[in-house]
Structures are given as C-alpha cells and as structure tokens.
C-alpha cells in the first residue's frame, strides 16, 4: 500500500476524491483518510450510520473518519496488525501536526503541501510541519487565481525555518468560481462528477494522477476523465 499525504490547512477532501476517483476507474484501491481537525469528510461524504469513526464506501473509495492512526483503522477493518490493509492507495489528508506525526508521513511515498496564499493558508499549513526531525521533499500544488512568482517565492520565504526540500516542479490549480460551483453542486447531490469543471482544472487533476501513479500515461488518464465526462452526460 502506497501512502500518500496532503498536508497543509487549505481546504483539500474534494481535490482528493476527485483523484482518488480518477484511480478507482483504473481498477485501484483506494483509502481516503480525513485526519483534519474539522473533519470536512463527515459532512461531504454521506455515511449511512455515521459514528466518532467509521469507514464508509463512496464513489468505490472508503473514507475512514475519526481514525487517530492506520493501526486504529487496522482495528476497525479486524486487520492484524501484522498485515497491510489491502488498499493500493492510502491518501491522508492532514492539517495538524499530530495527524502528520500519527500516520508516519514522513515515510509516506509522496507528499503534497496543497495551499491558495492567503497568510492563513500559508502559515498555518507550515504548522503542520513543525515537529519534522528530518527534511523532508514536498510537492507544492497551488491554488490561486493569477499564478505571480511572488506568491510562490513569498511561501519559500516563509518555509525557510522549517525542514522542507520543494520539488522543482510544481502543480497549479486556478481559483474560479465556475469550479467552486461544480464542487459545490457535487456536494449537494453527494456525486463525483467531472461535468463542466474547467479544463485548467482537470488538467491539474491529470498530472496529480500521472505523478501519484508514476507507470500510468497521461494519455490513460485523460481517457478515464473523458469517461467519467460521459458517463453522467456532457
């Protein structure tokens, strides 16, 4: 099982069950785990018998909520804690620095610092990284309407004092309200669909993808997005 972190206080569950769904369509299996202080996935994911945690089935991806480490969800699922959980993918997504130290993301096979750069975002997503012993390499993805090379290098201004190595290459999402929308609408309706989200933003969806999948083409992924497109009606 792969573990994958996104870190940071920016409000991320949708963009990972948006991936986590590009993944279930090319047969993974995949454990999405919410360890944020607000718990956005109780209230994004429905659950027929919600409790303190659970682990529910939502679009083909489980979502584990109220879980304080893999151990404690090995527990629940009647997994040995000498096994693995039988996932392909395990998606963590933090915004506290105990969620980050209780799921050992600092052995995670990749790390994404997900931010917009509102001085909230910025300073208390590096939070999350303060008890790191070691540097550790992270992949910034970036939400923000205009993309200016200031933003980028006042969050490598800020992150000076924190153990972090930045990735060269970074993934840009556009702030617009036509995605904020869809997004919502998903929710509302408790669906995962790609129908009329920009084309930038699929676009980040693709590459996330690819980089999470690493022997998977671009051009796989984008298939699947189209049938996703489809499946619901354009």
């Known amino acids: 099982m792969k573990k994958i972190g996104f870190i940071g206080a920016y409000d991320k569950i949708d963009l990972i069950l948006y991936i986590a769904k590009i993944l279930t369509m090319l047969d993974k ?9 607000n718990q956005k996935a109780r209230y994004v994911v429905p659950a027929i018998t919600p409790a303190m945690k659970y682990v529910t089935d939502f679009e083909d991806i489980d979502v584990a909520v109220g879980f304080s ?5 090995k ?8 096994q693995e959980l039988e996932y392909d993918f395990a998606f963590i997504d933090t915004d506290n620095e105990k969620g980050f130290i209780n799921f050992q993301l600092e052995g995670a096979q ?3 610092f997900v931010t917009s750069f509102d001085n909230y975002s910025l300073k208390k ?11 550790i390499g992270l992949t ?12 980028d290098d006042y969050l490598n201004f800020l992150s000076l004092g924190y153990k972090v190595m930045w990735n060269e290459y970074r ?13 919502y609408e998903n929710q509302r309706i408790s669906k995962i669909r790609f129908r009329k989200l920009s084309v930038p933003y699929k676009d980040g969806l693709a590459y996330l993808a690819e980089e999470i999948l690493e022997n998977v083409s671009e051009s796989n992924i984008r298939k699947v997005i189209k049938s996703l497109e489809k499946a619901i009606g354009i």
């Open 29 to 37: 299996k995949v454990l999405v785990m919410d360890s944020t202080i």
């Open 140 to 151: 910034k993805v970036l939400f923000s309407k205009e993309m200016l090379k200031e933003e």
């Open 125 to 135: 997503g590096l939070e999350v990284l303060n008890g790191l012993q070691n540097p």
């Open 110 to 112: 990749k790390n994404y």
């Open 75 to 82: 527990n629940y699922l009647g997994v040995s804690q000498g």
């Open 171 to 183: 993934i840009y999402f556009p702030i617009e309200n036509g995605d904020l929308s869809v997004i």
């Open 69 to 73: 480490n893999i151990e404690d969800i």
